[in-house]
């Protein structure tokens, strides 16, 4: 673009000033260019939810950035009025998508419509509105009287999808999606616009930082694998090394993640970057997924980056890690704690096992632990204590019986850690005994000589073929 020829003695017309103003406006052009991609979209988004039972979409408060550089506020430079829509639009299981557009700048044209009163100003067919009077504006730089100023607003407009083809020389932006619900209509929750920042959606920063949550408590189950005493053991079981290296690729996303949802002024393209190399990590530890989310067979995978449905790509990504996130399989799926009956059966303690446990393919161990030396207290333990249904224990203790068969574990079982504190049995799921716990699921422990700090505790852990 041309720049204005400043010399001495030309009458000054505004002409001069707008080209001025554009030039400037192209001279950053190739920093913009070169900034983060995808810059555009909503900043901040503040609809009337009542509204829509009224069948009208109602802007309350926006920041929005339009592609060609625009950026408006409202209440601010921008004047809107709120728009109707019919509900039969919805019909068939539709789905209603609302913009808000705003008029290019018209180069060989008027830009700007003269409103009678404010009222009329969202009405105005061009880009810009202005009023007939001016306002009274302060001098910043001074105490000296204000001047009067006439100012600018840029017109929005509310269009909805099927509008948008005679819309060809408007820029918009996607706000929200309408769905129906029963009988009435609501916004849809779930739909995310463009954001030039992750303030611009909501459901985007609550998907952002269930994500986050979501990997936290997966590594704070994992930093039980996490005992330097027990790496420097002889006996080392070289299988955990796979908990202790997921435990280190959620460790290194997991405060990035943190400090990515504290602040949502970051822009999605670069939150998204980080959720792909993140699926490119777990997937070390998946047979089924590749770096980019794939299947053998090519199906699924990460979508690339999509400025116009952020809603979908990071949809996507969140269940794309939660299935990797489920394939680091760790931990048992039910622990019971062996609890004191009470003064009157001072050797027993009893715990309870939920149904599911018999009704799926579990294995169920035994798990003891105590300050006393571990083989000492395991040994102990096979000698005189027993597992036994609550119900069937008193006779079994009469008749000196033992209880279910248990079995002696060199170490522990899989998917659960390695205590040097801790001892384990496997119990054998047969025979008269078992068949009285499956019951009812009362399982007592007795133990005429147990250590006063003895902890024990049933782990079922589901079979993997």
């Not at 979501?214 to 006996?235: C, H, I, S, V, W």
């Not at 704690?337 to 393919?361: K, N």
């Amino acid at each position: 673009m041309d720049n204005v020829y400043w010399h001495q003695g030309m009458l000054l017309q505004p002409q001069h000033f707008q080209l001025a103003e554009l030039h400037q406006q192209f001279r950053f052009e190739p920093w913009l260019a070169c900034g983060p991609p995808h810059f555009w979209g909503v900043g901040a988004l503040s609809l009337a939810q009542a509204a829509i039972d009224r069948r009208v979409v109602e802007i309350r408060s926006a920041r929005l950035l339009f592609a060609d550089r625009s950026y408006v506020e409202y209440p601010g430079n921008a004047v809107v009025a709120a728009r109707a829509f019919d509900p039969a639009w919805l019909d068939e299981g539709r789905a209603l998508v609302a913009h808000v557009a705003l008029r290019r700048l018209a180069r060989g044209a008027n830009n700007v419509t003269v409103a009678a009163a404010p009222d009329a100003l969202p009405d105005a067919p061009t880009r810009y509105a202005t009023l007939p009077s001016a306002e009274e504006v302060a001098d910043l730089h001074s105490d000296h009287p204000g001047a009067p100023v006439r100012t600018l607003k840029h017109v929005l407009k509310i269009v909805f999808e099927h509008e948008l083809d005679a819309l060809a020389a408007h820029e918009t932006i996607p706000i929200a999606r309408i769905v129906r619900d029963g009988e009435r209509l609501r916004l849809d929750d779930d739909f995310a616009p463009p954001c030039y920042a992750l303030s611009g959606s909501r459901a985007l920063l609550e998907r952002v930082r269930c994500i986050r949550d979501e990997l936290a408590g997966r590594a704070r189950q994992l930093q039980q694998y996490k005992n330097p005493r027990e790496m420097q053991r002889a006996e080392f079981d070289a299988s955990y090394a796979a908990f202790l290296l997921a435990l280190r690729s959620l460790n290194r996303f997991g405060p990035l993640l943190f400090h990515l949802a504290e602040c949502d002024g970051q822009h999605p393209w670069t939150v998204y970057g980080v959720l792909r190399q993140l699926v490119g990590e777990l997937s070390v530890f998946s047979e089924r997924f590749d770096m980019l989310g794939e299947t053998p067979d090519a199906r699924g995978g990460l979508p690339p980056y999509d400025h116009r449905d952020l809603g979908g790509c990071f949809s996507r990504a969140h269940a794309l890690i939660g299935h990797l996130l489920d394939e680091i399989a760790v931990g048992p799926d039910c622990v019971a704690t062996f609890e004191p009956d009470g003064p009157q059966q001072p050797a027993q303690r009893s715990a309870q096992l939920p149904p599911d446990v018999f009704a799926d393919r579990h294995q169920i161990y035994l798990a003891i632990r105590s300050a006393h030396d571990p083989d000492t207290l395991a040994q102990r333990f096979a000698l005189g204590g027993r597992i036994a249904a609550t119900d069937e224990m008193p006779q079994l203790t009469a008749l000196a019986l033992p209880g279910v068969e248990l079995t002696r574990l060199p170490g522990p079982p899989p998917r659960l850690p390695r205590r040097g504190d801790a001892r384990y049995f496997r119990i054998e799921q047969a025979g008269r005994p078992w068949d009285a716990i499956r019951r009812d699921g009362r399982v007592s422990l007795r133990w005429a000589d147990a250590p006063d700090d003895l902890h024990a505790e049933l782990v079922a852990v589901r079979h993997t073929q």
